[in-house]
């Protein structure tokens, strides 16, 4: 991430922010940064950019950093966020429309053969196809 | 109480223990099930763009044999299955356009679903609806003296929507122990996240997750952990062990599906529960408080 | 034929761009009935008025028409005019064209000829207009104040200062309000009830304030400068005439409850007064708790009182009077903490609210002003402030600002830290409100000099872990989320209206707003002033503001009560429904639609009578009347008639 960034009202309304928006239906601007989102969130620790920066990022228009990010995968779709937030945005629709950003641009994220080995064999389908369907499809 | 029953994939499989049990509680109860002749995996994570409908096929078929059973009401006792049965029909129903689009995906299909002629419903509700005092009276071991943490994870409660009970303070799981005679161990960390299918490629989360899940049932008094997620069964279960290898100090606690539990004291039959299937093993804990 | 003038304003161009105003003046200089037409950039303007009634004297108008914006606006600007030049005001008529026309059309060709059609139809109306006086109401000069909060003390001391009287009524056995409980108070620290009681003295001595307390509003009737209220009191059990306050009835019962204005912290007895300083300082019996009243045994107080002023059979008691005008001050409740399942509250007896947190720190409270958290007494050294608690919130709580918690949370961890030395103060922010005067000093002070650490973020939890409450949130500001193993938690819980307002504002026929505030008749330019006439806000009633604020707004309000009372009589407006005796069979239909018991048969006449002091003008009568005898005055059926004609013509 550079330090100094350039905001333009371009930038703000790219197609990029348009099309997160078809994909999620959420209104982004409705957030005021209270940061209950990442407050609550069980994974938050584990992110590079918290989801409340996440919602502050897609408002600026930042969506080329925010498809680089690895936050939407360490996202576990919990839905606690969006229970949390007191403006009602659904932080966890953003999340899903970030990683579909991605995957839709025909690029998987999750590659079968990293799983380990060990690991796989005792997991149950669920979590197999869970994350299947959060970063493959 | 006729209703129709959706398994799902993983209680044909690993969770055995819980489609058994289950199953045991309610007859027990009184309630019978019909499973559906014909169900497909309901995709596990409800998809949730707004523009992408194929995601949504996999639900509706479900639904669509599911009203084709006569029913009423759908019986999905895994929560994933609960939540993204429950999330697509909020998704379609009184959307004419969308459930058109969906049908011309559908060749095998010829029933029209509408979104509300199949009402999802999870156990606990279930057994709710069949009444606590009935549970009560079905109940033989009522001295066990069980100090029980109810974990409820995310699927039932989550989003507001579908929610079974108040998502930031739930009582439904401690009001139906209660009715079945255990002390009910109040633990902060009830209502989060195991860290669901990260497991797969993130597994620090989920040993992080479980930590503070476990740490804080163990904290506050619990002799065992209940629940209803096959994957959080899982993630809080097998990783346990995991943690303990790290680290000698982490106190560990045996993990039960609820059902298993109320069938337990019920006084229904231990070949039921599979306790093979446990990571950490409950037996110890259920001999001696005299419920095995 | 009358003579009508027509005055086009351009509006700037928030007519004359979207409406052909040449064309219309061509248009409809021919129109019936027009005698003279003219258009001006600015009509409401001092040239423009100017315009408008040199014109009514050379053209020797009858009667005119401004096509301009909303009557709302300006009717009484150009009715005033038109006074100055002799020609009765209810001949002078509004064309709306502007919101609805030029505003909502974008075609010119479009937007012109319905301006047109409009101004014809109101020429229409014109043209059978009638001249009208107003009606003559007397006014009484007696205001009765709702509520005995800061806001109804000063409201009622300011218009009693002014030599009328006042009925103060407050339904606690105390004047006071929540300022009472109050302990120092923000920016300047000082003790509240060092500040408030000589106020409640003086209302209580005032001798044009009568003080009912224990009372609350029963019914009304009437209308601004006339109204009937009756008022009731509750059976108190204690006849105040006897008793002289000395207090030995409290010593000796033996029954012991929560204290209220100790937010429960401390006990009171069941005959009580709310506090040392209360005004009037005589008790009640609290017959819900008093072991009397539940068991049949007892009478301890009534042995003791050496006045025999216990009174067991005291039952409930009604006064009527007639005011002229009401002042609404009932004040706020603090949203209780129960709601905030995620905060613990109501569970965890460290996690309290910021009125209770007030009793822990004044000097007058259960603990004498030392900081000691409810469950164990021990002196908090972590404590952590949550701010926006139930505010701000539209997906869960209120979805507005409570205005005064940014201040007095900053001033609880200042007063906690002048306190408990060697204590962290922690508060939890979104947003510092800090305007008013002293007030970003005050903030700032709080930062540098006593070392509140502000963390930028919602708490997202909040739990019992041992002794200690654990507080996880966030510091946005680093991007971190942080935990805080806390002591006592304080939640600056939203503030909404006291309960009861939905009823009392029926009662009143006055209108709240969806957050159950009481609505001003303009958020700007008639802050104190409701919608019915006669009936005046004040203080937190209206919207949640602190004590300055608060008494500024009830200075205002009691001017506004002075101003109606300046006059002996009140001009009520003559545009009513009357009845054309005529016409009019005695069916009595209008009377049962009437909304405002305007209407009574006269026997005698074996017709309808109007009080046109009471009628508002709704037009119900006028519709029910099946033979055309109810008629509003200036708006028969034959000027609306004519009137759609007109709009409706090639
Ligand atoms: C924790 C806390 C700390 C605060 N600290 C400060 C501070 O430091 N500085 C500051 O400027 N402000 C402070 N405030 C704000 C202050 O309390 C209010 O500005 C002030 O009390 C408002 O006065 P009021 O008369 O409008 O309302 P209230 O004080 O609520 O008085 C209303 C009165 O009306 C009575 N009533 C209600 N309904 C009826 C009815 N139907 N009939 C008859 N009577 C009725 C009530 O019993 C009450 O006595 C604080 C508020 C809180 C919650
Ligand atoms: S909880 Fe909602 S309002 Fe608060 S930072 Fe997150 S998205 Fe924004
Ligand atoms: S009768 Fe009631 S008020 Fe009187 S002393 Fe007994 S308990 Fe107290
Ligand atoms: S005054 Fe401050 S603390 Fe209170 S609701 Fe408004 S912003 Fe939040």
């Given amino acids: 991430m550079t330090k100094n960034k350039q905001i333009s009202s371009h ?22 940064q209270c940061g209950n989102c990442s407050s609550a969130c069980p994974a938050v620790e584990f992110m590079d950019i918290p989801p409340h920066q996440v919602i502050r990022m897609v408002q600026l228009g930042f969506i080329d950093e925010l498809v680089k990010s690895e936050t939407p995968w360490i996202c576990a779709a919990c839905i606690t966020c969006t229970v949390k937030c007191p403006r009602g945005v659904d932080i966890a629709r953003v999340m899903e429309g970030l990683r579909q950003l991605v995957l839709r641009s025909d690029f998987e994220h999750g590659n079968l053969c990293d799983i380990d080995e060990k690991l796989r064999k005792k997991l149950p389908q669920i979590a197999l196809i869970g994350n299947f369907r959060k970063t493959i499809l | 109480m006729q209703l129709s029953y959706y398994p799902g994939c993983t209680l044909k499989t690993d969770a055995k223990n819980f489609e058994k049990s289950a199953l045991a509680v309610l007859e027990h109860l009184g309630v019978s099930v019909d499973e559906l002749a014909d169900w497909y995996c309901c995709g596990v994570c409800f998809s949730q763009t707004r523009d992408n409908l194929m995601q949504q096929i996999a639900p509706v078929r479900t639904l669509v044999k599911a009203k084709e059973s006569g029913n009423r009401q759908l019986l999905a006792l895994c929560t994933m299955c609960y939540n993204t049965l429950k999330r697509s029909i909020e998704f379609i129903k009184d959307d004419a356009e969308k459930m058109e689009t969906i049908h011309q995906f559908m060749d095998l299909e010829t029933t029209q679903f509408y979104g509300n002629e199949v009402d999802v419903v999870d156990i606990l509700t279930l057994i709710k609806q069949i009444g606590l005092e009935k549970l009560k009276n079905s109940i033989v071991k009522t001295d066990a003296g069980l100090k029980i943490a109810s974990y409820y994870g995310c699927m039932l409660l989550r989003p507001k929507e579908i929610a079974i009970d108040s998502p930031d303070d739930p009582v439904i799981m401690e009001e139906i122990l209660a009715s079945a005679g255990c002390e009910n161990v109040y633990f902060p960390f009830r209502t989060e996240c195991c860290g669901s299918y990260q497991i797969v490629n993130e597994p620090e989360i989920v040993k992080d997750r479980t930590r503070k899940i476990v740490g804080s049932a163990v904290k506050n008094g619990a002799d065992l952990m209940v629940m209803l997620c096959p994957l959080c069964y899982f993630n809080l279960d097998e990783i346990q062990q995991d943690i303990q290898k790290e680290d000698k100090s982490f106190q560990t606690i045996p993990v039960l599906y609820i059902t298993q539990l109320l069938a337990l004291l019920m006084g229904l039959k231990p070949d039921i529960h599979d306790f093979s299937l446990h990571s950490i093993d409950p037996r110890p804990v259920l001999k001696m408080k005299g419920l095995l | 034929m009358k003579k009508i003038g027509v005055f086009v304003c351009h509006c700037g161009i928030n007519i004359a761009s979207t409406v052909d105003i040449p064309k219309l003046v061509e248009d409809l200089k021919n129109y019936p009935g027009v005698a003279y037409i003219q258009d001006y950039k600015y009509m409401c303007s001092d040239p423009g008025q100017t315009l408008v009634k040199e014109k009514i004297k050379s053209e020797k108008l009858d009667a005119i028409v401004v096509a301009a914006c909303s009557p709302t606006l300006h009717e009484n600007t150009f009715r005033m005019a038109v006074q100055t030049v002799d020609m009765n005001p209810y001949n002078c008529e509004i064309a709306n064209i502007r919101e609805q026309c030029s505003w909502v059309h974008k075609n010119i060709t479009e937007a012109t000829e319905k301006a047109k059609r409009i101004i014809k139809s109101v020429v229409e109306k014109a043209l059978l207009d009638e001249d009208l006086e107003p009606v003559k109401v007397p006014v009484t000069r007696k205001a009765l104040v709702l509520g005995g909060g800061i806001a109804g003390i000063q409201s009622a001391l300011s218009i009693a200062n002014s030599g009328y009287d006042v009925i103060l009524v407050e339904r606690q056995s105390s004047i006071g309000g929540r300022m009472a409980q109050l302990s120092e108070t923000f920016p300047t620290l000082d003790c509240s009830q060092c500040i408030l009681t000589p106020k409640m003295v003086d209302a209580g001595q005032h001798e044009n304030i009568r003080l009912m307390t224990y009372s609350e509003l029963e019914d009304i009737s009437g209308f601004v400068g006339n109204f009937k209220v009756k008022i009731k009191q509750k059976a108190k ?111 965890i007896p460290d996690v309290i609210d910021g009125l209770t947190f007030e009793r822990i720190l004044s000097a007058s409270g259960p603990s004498g002003g030392e900081v000691r958290r409810p469950s164990d007494g021990k002196i908090p050294k972590e404590i952590v402030f949550i701010k926006c608690v139930g505010s701000r919130d539209p997906e869960n709580h209120y979805p507005y600002c409570s205005k005064i918690c940014c201040m007095y949370t900053t001033k609880h961890a200042m007063l906690y830290k002048h306190r408990v030395h060697d204590g962290q103060p922690y508060i939890f922010y979104m947003d510092v409100r800090a305007g008013g005067k002293g007030y970003e000093e005050f903030y700032q002070r709080a930062q540098e000099e006593d070392k509140v650490v502000f963390l930028r973020g919602k708490v997202s939890k909040v739990y019992q872990d041992d002794d200690k409450v654990v507080v996880c949130g966030i510091d946005t500001l680093s991007g971190s989320n942080v935990e805080i193993r806390a002591d006592l938690v304080v939640l600056a819980m939203a503030i909404r209206p006291s309960k009861g307002i939905e009823e009392l504002a029926q009662l009143l026929k006055i209108s709240i707003d969806q957050n159950g505030f009481l609505t001003e008749a303009h958020p700007k ?126």
């Avoid at chain 3, 409290?250 to 100790?262: A, G, L, M, Q, Y």
């Avoid at chain 3, 067991?312 to 007639?322: A, K, P, V, Y």
């Avoid at chain 3, 001017?559 to 005529?582: K, Q």
């Fill in chain 3, 237 to 347: 059990y204690v006849n105040w005439d006897k008793c002289t306050g000395c207090g030995l009835c409290i010593e000796k019962c033996p029954k012991k409850v929560p204290s209220e204005f100790d937010q429960g912290l401390g006990k009171r007895k069941a005959v009580y007064t709310p506090f040392p300083q209360a005004v009037p300082n005589k008790p009640v019996i609290d017959c819900e708790n008093c072991t009397y009243f539940k068991t049949g045994k007892c009478r301890l107080c009534e042995k003791v009182c050496p006045f025999d002023a216990i009174d067991f059979n005291e039952t409930e008691s009604f006064i009527e009077e007639e005011v002229g005008a009401i002042v609404v001050a009932t004040g706020y409740d603090v949203y209780p903490v129960l709601n905030m399942s995620e905060y613990g509250g109501g569970k």
């Fill in chain 1, 11 to 32: 930038r703000i309304s790219s197609e990029d922010v348009d099309q997160l928006k078809d994909i999620s239906g959420v209104n982004v601007y409705a957030c005021y």
């Fill in chain 3, 525 to 650: 330019l008639r802050p104190v002033e409701s919608l019915s006439a006669g009936i005046y806000l004040a203080g937190c009633a209206q919207a949640p503001k602190d004590i300055p604020d608060t008494v500024a707004q009830a200075t205002a309000t009691a001017a506004m009560v002075l101003n109606l009372f300046s006059r002996e009589y009140l001009l009520h407006e003559p545009i009513i429904t009357g009845v054309d005796e005529e016409l009019c069979s005695g069916c009595g239909l209008c009377i049962a639609v009437c909304p405002y018991d305007a209407r009574k048969t006269n026997r005698e006449k074996g017709v309808v009578e109007v009080n046109e002091i009471l009628c508002e003008a709704c037009g119900a009568c006028a519709a029910a009347c099946p033979s055309g005898a109810a008629q509003q005055r200036n708006f028969t059926d034959t000027q609306f008639s004519n009137m759609v004609k007109a709009i409706l013509a090639e």
